[in-house]
């Protein structure tokens, strides 16, 4: 084959990827619903029990808006991380009453700290605390070498996939997974220039790069480097480094997940990141064309709100 020729095969092979555009939409399936979040505002459909769909829309300003110092490197994926938390906690809760045909009711402040602050001491003591400790059972055979943050690292990783397939099994988060395809699929369109019809939309994958997944899986094997570096302390200092660092560490995976967001045209970014897309088809189920239609109601009015054609916020990555 020619130099002409190559040229012609890699410019088509191309194509795809340079046709995506880079949608700064992200989502969250809920109960009943989709949550999509833009850079200025969030916006949730849900399926009400008359089948008419719900339609919601909130301003959000993000911390990183108010104060630019939060938007440095490391620091802005923390940020994102806990305001992610918040909108989806708020995106929950409203979803669930209006699925059940009752009529909002407004978390406060304090409701939402309190909820939020209790995700992250499960999510610390399932996914960190619980992995040092079966490993330290090991203790006596792995040394203190490389091999114990290693094997640490494989079990956390180990209780996470099974957290998750747990979780997969429950009959009532079954649709909640169905709802996050939609999500992904819809995201997908907007991202290729079709229409948001259910039938474009249908035509995609349920799997996202820039899937919340992928990022938790990130922060499993980036945790593994960084205590690594924390060495063998005394029981007490290891044990507070397992959450004193997590800051560090989503902070750190966030970056990775921006930058990988950024060239997901490239086979060796699609590569390192296949696990956390496979791990994707326990997180994610192919939906109905009803749940389709929730999804797409969702991200319509993001696009409303912000229409896709002006120029993209800088420092942004929303997750898919």
């Known amino acids: 084959m020619s130099g002409d020729e190559m040229t012609i095969l890699r410019t088509v092979l191309a194509l795809p990827a340079l046709a995506a555009r880079r949608a700064q939409v992200g989502g969250q399936a809920v109960i009943e619903g989709v949550m999509m979040r833009g850079v200025e505002h969030w916006s949730l459909a849900v399926r009400r029990p008359d089948q008419s769909i719900g339609i919601h829309d909130y301003p959000l300003v993000s ?11 490391i620091v802005r994926g923390v940020v994102a991380l806990v305001e992610s938390l918040v909108v989806g906690v708020r995106a929950l809760t409203t979803s669930a009453n209006e699925s059940l045909g009752e009529e909002e ?4 402040k304090k409701e939402i700290a309190v909820t939020v602050t209790l995700a992250f001491a499960f999510a610390i003591a399932l996914f960190f605390l619980a992995p040092l400790g079966l490993t330290g059972l090991l203790d006596r055979w792995l040394g203190e070498g490389i091999l114990f943050w290693l094997v640490e690292g494989v079990i956390r990783v180990a209780i996470f996939v099974a957290y998750l397939v747990v979780i997969t099994i429950l009959p009532d988060l079954r649709r909640v997974f169905e709802y996050h395809g939609a999500e992904h699929m819809s995201i997908h369109a907007l991202e290729h220039g ?3 019809t259910p039938d474009a939309v249908g035509k995609y994958r349920t799997l996202h790069l820039r899937c919340g997944t992928s ?4 922060v499993l094997v ?3 480097f960084v205590f690594a570096a924390v060495g063998r302390p005394a029981w007490y200092w290891l044990v507070l480094s397992r959450v004193v660092l997590i800051p560090l560490i989503a902070g750190i995976s966030y970056e990775i997940i921006k930058w990988a967001g950024r060239h997901e045209g490239s086979a060796f970014v ?17 939906p109905d064309r009803a749940q389709i239609e929730v999804a ?18 800088k420092g942004v990555e929303v997750m898919a």
């Open 270 to 286: 699609r590569v390192i990141m296949w696990p956390g897309l496979a791990l994707q088809w326990l997180t994610t189920r192919r």
């Open 63 to 73: 911390w990183m808006v108010r104060y630019p110092v939060l938007r440095a490197p």
């Open 215 to 218: 990022f938790l899986l990130v």
């Open 296 to 313: 797409i109601a969702a991200l319509e009015k993001i696009v409303e709100l912000e229409p896709q054609d002006r120029p993209p916020a």
């Open 222 to 224: 980036v945790s593994v």
């Open 194 to 196: 079709e229409e948001l």
């Open 105 to 108: 009711e407004q978390l406060s």
